[in-house]
């Protein structure tokens, strides 16, 4: 098993719909979890983190399941400027690194 | 004011030559990185230093020589340029270590002729 897996994508969305992303994660110690935003040919920055069961900002909801060892990321009301990759990024507390998933891409069209 | 700077952002040569890419953070960081995004996009890392010293060292030929003068720099050095370099090699750096925030320098886009 990879140590971050996401949805490959891409994801076709109208403007204004409700779109999911999930990423999976192999160590079960990992505390902290990242979503980066990055547009084409643009460096990564980050979205939003997670540290407890979830987070919210504005449009943008990600939950944690440790359970099922998997993080979400829901973004509501579509809008086209959210047309990016999106990166899921778990550290690695016994290998001192941040695993970067291989992101889903994201197209909204109008 | 830039936060994570690198230099060059663009930068192609030919096979066997050596290249150096340069990065700086203005953040007060204690840590910093060097990540390869090949051209299916996935981002891995190669080096991590913490106050100039070096923490991670992932299985990269020994062809790049990282170099840190200070905890603002962190320099990548690559030597004998091969095919397989050509990627877009990304600095960044953190508060404290690998489990805070991120912040990525522009990227510098190799391409080995």
């Known amino acids: 098993r990879k140590e971050v897996e996401q949805d490959p994508g891409p994801f076709n969305v109208p403007e204004g719909a409700t779109v999911a992303f999930n990423c999976t994660y192999s160590?079960?110690?990992?505390?902290?979890f990242f979503w980066y935003r990055q547009d084409c040919r643009k460096e990564p920055k980050l979205l939003m983190s997670?540290?407890?069961s979830g987070n919210e900002d504005g449009r943008f909801t990600a939950q944690l399941n440790r359970a099922s060892q998997y993080i979400s990321l829901l973004i509501r009301d579509s809008k086209l400027s959210d047309s990016a990759t999106y990166l899921c990024?778990?550290?690695?507390?016994?290998?001192?690194?941040?695993?970067f998933g291989a992101g889903t891409r994201l197209f909204v069209k109008a | 004011d830039t936060a994570v700077s690198q230099t060059p952002k663009y930068l192609v040569t030919q096979m066997g030559n050596d290249k150096s890419i340069k990065c700086e953070q203005n953040?007060?960081?204690?840590?910093m990185y060097w990540y390869k995004q090949d051209s299916k996009k996935f981002l891995k890392i190669m080096f991590s230093?913490?106050?100039?010293?070096?923490?991670i060292n992932e299985t990269v030929p020994n062809r790049f020589s990282p170099k840190s003068p200070d905890k603002a720099h962190l320099n990548l050095h690559i030597n004998s340029l091969e095919l397989g370099d050509s990627a877009v090699y990304f600095c960044?750096?953190?508060?404290?270590?690998?489990?805070?925030?991120?912040?990525f320098g522009p990227g510098t886009r190799l391409t080995v002729l």
């Open positions: 997670v540290y407890s």
């Open positions: 160590n079960s110690a990992s505390q902290s």
């Open positions: 953040l007060g960081h204690d840590t």
């Open positions: 960044a750096s953190s508060q404290t270590g690998f489990m805070d925030t991120q912040y």
């Open positions: 990024v778990v550290p690695n507390t016994g290998g001192f690194k941040t695993i």
């Open positions: 230093y913490n106050n100039k010293e070096l923490i």
